[in-house]
């Protein structure tokens, strides 16, 4: 059997195995990128909270006058069943007709 022969893909290099550590620049541009990310996150966090806090407040206020529109639907009907007692309905016989 013959010997294959080698050529320039069968050389074993370590090319690809190169630690980050051993090329300063990289690690700390990999350094640099990580703290742009971070920074990023916290905002995206602190805004997020503030929108989730406005957010709350908004669904107080909506139950609030809920509250006060059912309370205020409430105190009407009470009065008004009063009122309407002594009230006689007007009822029209014929439908309301426009001439032109």
Do not use: N, W
């Amino acid at each position: 059997m013959p010997i294959p022969l080698r050529g320039l893909r069968t050389i074993r290099t370590l090319a690809g195995k190169v630690d980050l550590v051993a090329v300063p620049h990289r690690a700390h541009l990999q350094i640099a990128c990580l703290e742009l990310e971070k920074a990023r996150r916290t905002t995206e966090r602190t805004s997020a909270l503030r929108r989730v806090a406005e957010l709350d407040a908004r669904l107080q206020e909506i139950d609030a006058e809920q509250a006060h529109l059912l309370q205020a639907l409430a105190d009407r009907k009470g009065q008004t069943v009063e009122a309407a007692a002594g009230r006689p309905t007007r009822r029209r016989a014929q439908p309301f007709k426009i001439r032109y």
